[in-house]
C-alpha cells in the first residue's frame, strides 16, 4: 500500500462548477500538507499548503486536512479552463528534513 | 530567467549508454533533489542534497548516481541506460531556512526516452 493515494482520474467539470480533489494517507507522523499543481509539459508548482489541521483558503482555493481520518482536501471553486492541470498532493513529517511524499496526481480538466 | 534550469530537456538514447542530466540553480537555495514522474505513479525521489558534501539515497535510487558541482550545480547520471529507466525527470530546490514550508521549486522536467 503506497503511504499517499490520490485518484488519478480524469476529472472532467464544466466551467463554474466546484472540484474537490483528494488524498488519503497511512503515516500518522506527516505534518506539513502540499498541494501542487503542473501544467502540462511544467515542473509542479507550490498552490496550497498547510500545516496539521484544519482548514485554508487563498482565493478561489481552499484546501482542508483531517487528520483524524488521514485525509485531504482542495477545492476549487468557480473553476476556469485556465485551472486544467495535473494536481498533486504531497505531504512530510515534522523536522526540516525536506524530503516530501507524493501522490499520484489528478488530472482535471474544465471545460468551457 | 528561469530559476531552476535542466538540460537537455529532451533525450532519446539506447540501453547500455552512460546519460547525465543536469539541474542548475539562480535561487540561492542549499538543498536539491532529483524526482522521476511516470504515468501513475507520481513523483519518486531518486537522489537529494542538503550541500555540497551531502548526498543522500532517495525511495529509486538503483541505477542512478548524482554529483553535486558545486551549490548551484546538482547532475544526475544513469550509468547503463535501459528502457524502464524512461520516463520524465525532475530536479527540485529548497531552502533550509527558518521557514517550515521548506518548498520545492521544480524545474521544467527532461523528458529521457531509453530505446
Known amino acids: 500500500q503506497k503511504e499517499v493515494e490520490q485518484d488519478p482520474g480524469p476529472l472532467s467539470v464544466p466551467e463554474g462548477a466546484i472540484v474537490s480533489l483528494n488524498c488519503t494517507y497511512s503515516?500518522?507522523?506527516?505534518?506539513?500538507f502540499m498541494w501542487y499543481r503542473q501544467y502540462s509539459r511544467k515542473g509542479p508548482e507550490l498552490l496550497m499548503y498547510t500545516y496539521s489541521s484544519g482548514n485554508k483558503e487563498d482565493g478561489r482555493f481552499t484546501a482542508q486536512v483531517d487528520k483524524s481520518s488521514k485525509y485531504i482536501s482542495l477545492f476549487i471553486r468557480d473553476s476556469q479552463p485556465s485551472d486544467s492541470a495535473t494536481y498533486l498532493c504531497a505531504m512530510r513529517g515534522s523536522g526540516n528534513t525536506g524530503k516530501l511524499i507524493f501522490g499520484q496526481g489528478t488530472t482535471l480538466q474544465v471545460k468551457p | 530567467d528561469a530559476d531552476v534550469t535542466q538540460t537537455p530537456r529532451n533525450r532519446i538514447t539506447k540501453t547500455g549508454k552512460r546519460i547525465m542530466l543536469e539541474c542548475s540553480q539562480t535561487k540561492g537555495h542549499d538543498r536539491m533533489y532529483w524526482y522521476r514522474q511516470d504515468p501513475g505513479l507520481g513523483l519518486r525521489l531518486i537522489y537529494y542534497?542538503?550541500?555540497?558534501?551531502?548526498?543522500n539515497k532517495g525511495e529509486i535510487s538503483d541505477g542512478y548516481s548524482v554529483s553535486r558541482q558545486a551549490q548551484a550545480k546538482f547532475s544526475l547520471s544513469l550509468e547503463s541506460a535501459i528502457p524502464n529507466q524512461t520516463a520524465l525527470y525532475f530536479c527540485?530546490?529548497?531552502?533550509?531556512?527558518?521557514?517550515?514550508?521548506?518548498?520545492?521549486?521544480f524545474g521544467p522536467g527532461t523528458r529521457l526516452t531509453v530505446l
Open positions: 527540485a530546490t529548497s531552502w533550509s531556512g527558518l521557514d517550515q514550508t521548506d518548498t520545492q521549486y
Open positions: 542534497s542538503f550541500d555540497v558534501k551531502d548526498i
Open positions: 503515516n500518522s507522523a506527516f505534518q506539513y
